[in-house]
């Protein structure tokens, strides 16, 4: 069963494009850099192609769920406000190998005069006055001060547009407002059944990636263009063992049940395994080919 606080998180999910991926991933390697490094691929190949949830569901093998989840959500917040949002851990000691995302909202300049007026940059609130006013860090020379505050608290992650810049003032945006990509969200979930069959009530259309699956070719990419305009998550199993095996233990041979349509999305594929980054790069990419 899903816990009610990842129950939570798959409510306020929203986006168009969803992966799952397991708690295992990375786990084959033993040498935790090596390890942060493929789990940075994830945060690079999720905002190469917009993917806007991962859900981490748990995988029996081995449960790294809780070091997934950090080393991805540290690659997608922007740089200048990392150290203050993540203290020092010992999770996050190889966090130097993880790619740059150079997405819309991890901008490269801190220089006030560079920005303009409805530029959107994402924040942390720093302080807020007896009187309910509040400042907001943005990589900027100073903190700005937040036009109509609305009980926001210390510490919490906003994004905001630029309203003014004499003085330098912002304004708070809602995300579904924000006209780019603007990173991925994260959600910790429990079994691959469970996930699913919640993703499924709530309008989710799912796509299996499985060696057992057809064979993803331009007919059925054609086929796949009318779904990808929608909520649409992908799924992934782990290097020891694809979706079949572990549905199978817990739902039988009704596990394609749980799935709208089933790919191989690397058919006739030269090697007798395909890692699970390389899985995840290669069905994202032909997917983007139809993706609205």
């Excluded at 997608?76 to 993880?98: H, I, N």
């Excluded at 070719?217 to 095996?245: P, T, W, Y």
């Excluded at 799935?259 to 594929?269: A, C, G, K, R, S």
Aim: with cysteine; glycine share 8%.
């Amino acid at each position: 069963m899903v816990g009610q606080s990842q129950e939570r998180d798959m409510k306020v999910a929203g986006g168009n494009l969803a992966i799952l991926i397991p708690s295992s991933f990375g786990s084959e390697e033993r040498d935790e850099r090596i390890r942060t490094y493929k789990i940075g691929q994830v945060a690079r190949a999720a905002s190469v192609f917009r993917v806007d949830d991962i859900y981490i569901y748990r995988d029996e093998d081995r449960d790294d769920s809780r070091l997934i989840d950090l080393v991805l959500r540290y690659a997608e917040t922007p740089q200048y406000l990392r150290k203050l949002l993540f203290p020092k851990r010992r999770e996050l000691k190889y966090a130097g190998v993880v790619p740059p995302l150079r997405t819309p909202h991890h901008p490269t300049t801190s220089d006030t005069s560079k920005t303009n007026i409805g530029d959107i940059r994402t924040g942390v609130v720093t302080k807020v006055g007896s009187d309910g006013s509040a400042w907001v860090e943005l990589g900027l020379e100073s903190p700005a001060p937040l036009r109509n505050p609305k009980g926001v608290k210390v510490g919490q992650r906003i994004d905001v547009r630029i309203f003014s810049k004499t003085p330098l003032t912002v304004e708070y945006i809602a995300r579904e407002h924000i006209p780019t990509y603007w990173g991925y969200r994260t959600h910790v979930c429990g079994p691959l059944h469970s996930t699913l069959s919640a993703l499924r009530s709530r309008g989710w259309w799912v796509l299996g990636t499985s060696r057992e699956g057809r064979p993803l070719d331009a007919n059925a990419l054609i086929a796949l263009k009318g779904h990808m305009s929608g909520r649409v998550c992908v799924v992934f199993g782990s290097q020891k063992r694809g979706i079949r095996e572990m549905l199978s233990a817990h739902v039988g041979d009704g596990w394609r049940q749980h799935f709208d349509e089933v790919l191989n999305t690397i058919p006739n594929q030269g090697t007798h395994t395909v890692r699970a980054e390389e899985a995840l790069m290669a069905t994202l990419a032909l997917l983007n080919i139809v993706r609205s």
